[in-house]
């Protein structure tokens, strides 16, 4: 139950990137992957060290609280990926620059 | 073979078939499921035992065998078939009593021999034949002389593995160390604390904690596996009798410790029936006498003349017989049945087994009569365990059936009558299509046969839906070629030929998806997979082909031959929303309730039916009033006191009805409820029950529900995304997916919010939203496909809001014409039908919404990123400032989204007259293909567009030869919109050789 609503808050984030300009890795499909795989993971890492243990929450253990854990992650997975596309676009302007 | 021909033809064939269909009609009985007749339903999961693995064919004995304990039942077309892996689906129709019915189908009869007293264990851990407090002495196997079973199980755990042949807790060549499926002794799980046995005996450890449940663990208890070895078995003591013979306590806590040693077992059986004990000295009591098969003859002869032998030696002298009398002991599912004295002075050299011999003591008529049938039917080559079973009332049934039916026939009316007004003779061409869609698929169901189930119904109800779509994408694109200047005959052929690609492909995925829905769902739900999957067939037989065939036959009659008979007149005013540039309000909309429903997952969770979370649900009305508080006294004095009870408003199962739900029960127990409750509200000699049903669900079979639907999603997503990138290309797969992803999400956060329950249905229901949201998706971006090499200088953004303008009418209609059966399944169905309505209203609009602010918003977001739509959209924002919503002409109107209408006088051998025979655009373009015309090298020169409305045929020939992209446009052409079509003029006929002839973008173009 837990990742079910870890994939559904990355999901909802996900929707607003289309405010950002598109400069993603691999565009607004790499956003979607870095947005789900951060909540995911993020949100397991939280978890984890909350209950001390390896394991994804459950239905009777999943509260708001534990919904939200899959924000920072969404954000950083999808920040990452932002990142990566500039450090991408800079290279590539770079290597036109020289081959101008 | 010409059209007319081809036409005659097929209404040939479809009349022919009609005659079959009404043929079969008459001559079949529907087979009706359960849950419309009413019936017992039990679901076994097959364990392995030390004889027999689970696989194919030990499932199919066990089914033959259980059929042949059916046939005794006497129950009508009865249902037994493998489910899954390791499953047994038993549907008795017709049958009342689920507990009657659990224990002569399901029971496993394993039946052993063992000589008696050489076999028992003693204190000291050792077989002890003169040891008369542990065998029993001449009371061998009685209650008193037994062992609680937590003392035995420490006795037995102590003996070494002893490995032989015929041991019933070792599979051959197992050893103590494998796990899993390799018997190696029996497993029990101890509290050691109060000395009791939680659970066992099991084969493995892992069986030990699987669904263990907190409150079965007493408090400040720690739980001890322990392991008996093989070649070593507890055995329950008899039952306990009265001096009159009748059975006080069937299942004693008493166990004695047997060395596994049995000599025959119910294989060796032959003919068993239940009789009496009138022979000599016979007590007149119910016995179940038998016949040995030749082996299990001498064997029997054998020991019985060994343990005479036996007797004959312990006999001392001035001791009665009795006491040195030895014992034959029988063994029916690890409990004593019998234990016969072989009398030494009758049959000094054994039993004769050539007369047969007889069990007795303890039966009655009933139980006698049970055992002969186990017997005869032989031992269950595998264990069975009961891990759901539902008993449904006749009336309910029949409720049930009416409202389905009524349900059909609301949507079946409102799909017609919306058909009928929007297509006008199309929309009655339809009608007729879907009557005789109607009529074949309802021979079909006969024909093959079909159970019809309460799913089933909701599958056919929704392909009425989805059969009217084939149409209604087919009439959209009819409509839009005669809009488009083509002549109604030309406009028929060409709508069906443009669009069949369409329709095949969203039925393809249909298809594919109810295909895994039957391969992989429960029972239930394969129902409605089949009734979906062949519905989908049979309708795109009628619904293209047939519907073609009548059309084109009346092409030429003043019915169709006026556009506006078809509604396809003046096209009042197309779309011209940007759909791309507002993606971003749509986007945070989604984004939003999906966010909502994330939060409402972790506020509310989805509420789990029974299916998922195991347990027992009886819905029952009665026949006087009662309160809660009544019924819960009731089910407190049954044992209960936690079932939850609650009122439950259903006209199918009458006034005052109430829904008990409590941990998961076995059908006796049910039964025993039923009873009670029938006692405490009687109403003179009328039960105090009516409309009784049951549903049980044990946990094994809520987890294979829960994983079956996890898998068959995954294997639908798979598939789907398989097929897309295959018929379109991998780039329109990913934004699918994010749309199905989308559509799913929502519904179960739809689910969360109005906390209605989660049951298989709704798994079908979700399955089938992702077939029917790709059936918008498809037909979207099949239009996207096409118009790519139309618009070969368009921003990918303006070819998806040129594509969204001409499909969102179809998009549109079909949504809502899908979803008008689905509303009048959730006015007029049953329970059952509502919930699996909801869902799928909730998805079909999510999918027709996803469709078109979801995937094509990422499909163009993402192939904008290619490097040739990125140099596009630089060169129209270098030109023009900004990239329009819709490619426009130079000056600034739009690029033939819409044709303009006017007079045609187009004519390719110059300016017709009026009195001149005239063509239509459609038979103009033909004409430009047979001269099989090219593009120029450039298309300069000619910048202005002189008939908009006359060059969407030739256009469209010529963009799909021409590049998706010039690197480099001609300086000398300011004036030309860089985003526009290609126009008529830009054709180079073929023999100009200043023009190259390129090669056709296959990936894209398909025409």
């Known amino acids: ?75 950083i997975g999808m920040g990452l990926v932002y990142l990566e596309g500039m450090r991408r676009e800079r290279a590539n302007a770079h290597v036109l620059e020289e081959a101008d | 073979m010409t059209d007319r021909r081809r036409n005659f033809l097929v209404l040939l064939l479809v009349a022919g078939l ?55 039942l006497g129950v009508a077309q009865p249902e037994i078939q493998r489910s899954g892996a390791d499953e047994i689906d038993v549907a008795l129709p017709e049958v009342h009593e689920a507990a009657r019915a659990e224990q002569e189908v399901g029971k496993t009869a394993q039946l052993f021999f063992y000589d008696w007293e050489p076999n028992v264990i003693g204190a000291n851990g050792k077989p002890s034949p003169k040891e008369t407090t542990a065998t029993g002495g001449a009371n061998a196997g009685a209650a008193q002389f037994g062992l609680p079973e937590y003392q035995a199980v420490l006795r037995a755990q102590k003996r070494a593995p002893i490995l032989r042949k ?93 060395n596994d040693n049995p000599v025959l077992t119910g294989a060796d059986v032959k003919n068993p029936r239940q009789s009496f004990d009138e022979g000599a000295g016979g007590t007149g ?38 006491a040195a009398l030895q014992h034959f002991a029988v063994v ?68 049930a059936l009416n409202q389905g039916l009524i349900a059909g026939l609301v949507g079946f009316g409102i799909v017609c009558l919306f058909l009928l007004l929007f297509y006008r003779v199309l929309g009655a061409i339809a009608i007729g299509g879907l009557v005789i869609y109607g009529i074949y698929f309802f021979a079909l169901i006969k024909l093959i046969p079909i159970t019809l189930t309460l799913p089933g119904i909701a599958g056919l109800i929704l392909t009425i839906g989805v059969a009217a779509d084939a149409n209604i994408v087919i009439f959209e694109r009819v409509k839009e070629e005669i809009r488009g200047g083509r002549s109604v005959i030309s406009g028929i052929a060409t709508g069906y030929k443009r669009g069949f690609a369409a329709i095949v492909d969203a039925n393809v995925v249909t298809f594919m998806t109810a295909f895994i829905l039957f391969a992989l769902a429960t029972a239930e739900v394969k129902g409605f997979a089949l009734t979906l ?85 009886i819905q029952t009305a009665f026949v006087q009033h009662v309160s809660e508080g009544e019924i819960e006294k009731v089910m407190a004095s049954t044992g209960y006191a936690n079932a939850k009870v609650q009122k439950f408003n259903n006209k199918s199962i009458g006034g005052n009805g109430y829904q008990i739900s409590t941990k998961t029960l076995q059908p006796t127990k049910v039964q025993k409820i039923k009873q009670a409750l029938d006692q405490k509200f009687a109403e003179g000699s009328t039960p105090g029950t009516k409309n009784f049903s049951s549903t049980s669900i044990g946990p094994t079979f809520g987890k294979t529900v829960a994983n079956s639907a996890i898998i068959a999603i995954i294997a639908s997503l798979l598939v789907i995304s398989a097929y897309i990138a295959l018929r379109f290309e991998w780039k329109y797969a990913i934004p699918v997916l994010i749309a199905l992803m989308h559509d799913l999400l929502i519904t179960a956060g739809v689910y969360s919010l109005t906390g209605r329950e989660v049951t298989t249905s709704t798994v079908a229901a979700l399955l089938t939203i992702l077939g029917y949201s790709l059936y918008d998706t498809i037909i979207v971006f099949d239009r996207v496909r096409e118009n790519v090499p139309r618009m070969p200088r368009a921003a990918f953004s303006q070819i998806v809001n040129r594509s969204m303008s001409e499909v ?184 100009d050789k200043s023009a190259p002839k390129r090669k056709r973008n296959r990936k894209h173009g398909r025409r």
Not at chain 2, 287 to 309: C, D, M, P, R
Not at chain 2, 357 to 375: D, K, N, P, R, Y
Request: aromatic residues 8%; contains cysteine; charged residues 20%.
């Open chain 2, 332 to 399: 029916l599912d690890e409990g004593l049945i019998t234990t016969p004295s072989i009398d030494y002075t009758r049959y000094p050299e054994g039993i004769d087994a050539n007369t047969g011999s007889q069990i007795s003591g303890g039966f009655t008529i009933t139980s006698a009569q049970e055992l002969a049938s186990e017997l005869q039917s032989g031992a269950l080559p595998v264990k069975l365990e009961l891990i759901s079973n539902s008993q449904v009332s006749a009336t309910l049934g029949k409720t």
């Open chain 2, 285 to 322: 009591a119910p016995n179940v006498t038998f016949e040995f098969s030749s082996h299990g003859k001498s064997v029997f002869q054998q020991v019985t003349k060994e343990i005479a032998h036996r007797g004959q030696e312990t006999q001392l002298p001035g001791v009665p017989k009795e």
């Open chain 2, 808 to 991: 969102l009418t179809r998009s549109l209609a079909t949504s809502f014409c899908t979803l008008l059966p689905v509303l009048a399944l959730l006015g007029f169905g049953g329970e059952t039908l509502k919930d699996f309505a909801f869902a799928l209203m909730v998805g079909v609009a999510s999918g027709a919404y996803s469709s078109i602010f979801i995937a094509s918003p990422v499909l163009t977001h993402w192939k904008e990123r290619e490097s040739g739509y990125r140099n596009r959209r630089a060169r129209i924002v270098r030109e023009l400032g900004a990239v329009p919503a819709y490619a426009t002409a130079a000056g600034g109107e739009p690029v033939d989204v819409e044709p303009v209408k006017r007079k045609r006088s187009v004519s390719i051998f110059g300016a017709s007259s009026p009195g001149e025979e005239q063509i239509s655009r459609g038979e103009f373009q033909d004409l430009v293909r047979d001269l099989d015309v090219d593009q120029g090298a450039g298309n300069g020169g000619r910048a202005e567009r002189r008939s908009a409305g006359a060059s969407v045929a030739q256009k469209e020939r010529k963009a799909r030869r021409a590049e998706p992209e010039r690197q480099a446009e001609p300086e000398q052409q300011p004036k030309r919109d860089p985003a526009a079509d290609l126009t008529p003029e830009d054709l180079v006929l073929k023999d």
């Open chain 2, 166 to 258: 015929n041991d019933t807790t070792w599979s051959k060549g197992c050893t103590a160390q494998q796990v899993n499926n390799c018997i190696y002794g029996s497993w029990f799980l101890l509290d050691p604390k109060h000395e009791k046995v939680i659970r066992g005996p099991e084969e493995t450890e892992k069986s030990l904690y699987a669904d263990l449940k907190p409150k079965e663990v007493p408090k400040g208890v720690k739980l001890k596996a322990v392991r008996v070895n093989p070649g070593t078995v507890l055995v329950r003591a008899r039952a306990i009798e009265n001096e009159k013979g009748k059975v006080t306590q069937k299942e004693p806590n008493s166990w004695f410790v047997l």
């Open chain 2, 18 to 72: 009609i005659a079959a269909s009404f043929a079969v009609i008459a001559a079949k009985k529907t087979r009706l499921g359960l849950d419309l007749k009413g019936g017992v339903e039990l679901v076994y999961q097959a364990k392995p035992t030390a004889q027999a693995k689970v696989d194919a064919e030990s499932l199919n004995r066990a089914i033959d065998i259980m059929r042949s304990r059916v046939d005794k």
């Open chain 1, 1 to 75: 139950m837990g990742l079910l609503a870890w994939v559904m808050m990355g999901l909802a984030i996900w929707h607003f990137t289309i405010f950002l300009p598109d400069r993603f890795w691999g565009g607004i499909v790499g956003a979607f992957v870095g947005s789900l795989v951060g909540a995911i993971v993020i949100g397991l890492i939280i978890y984890s060290v909350k209950v001390s243990a390896l394991k994804i929450p459950g239905e009777n253990e999943t509260d708001v609280a534990i919904v939200l854990y899959a924000i920072p992650g969404a954000l």
């Open chain 2, 533 to 617: 999957g062949i519905g989908t067939l049979v309708s795109l037989f009628t619904a293209v082909l047939a519907t073609q065939a009548a059309l084109g036959s009346m092409s030429r009659s003043k019915f169709v031959t006026h556009p506006a008979a078809l509604g396809a007149g003046a096209k009042k005013r197309g779309w011209t929303f940007d759909f791309m540039g507002a993606s971003k309000w749509f986007f945070s909309l989604s984004g939003t309730i999906l966010l909502i429903g994330a939060l409402a997952i972790g506020g509310k969770g989805l509420n789990f039916g029974i299916d998922f979370k195991s347990g027992t649900r």
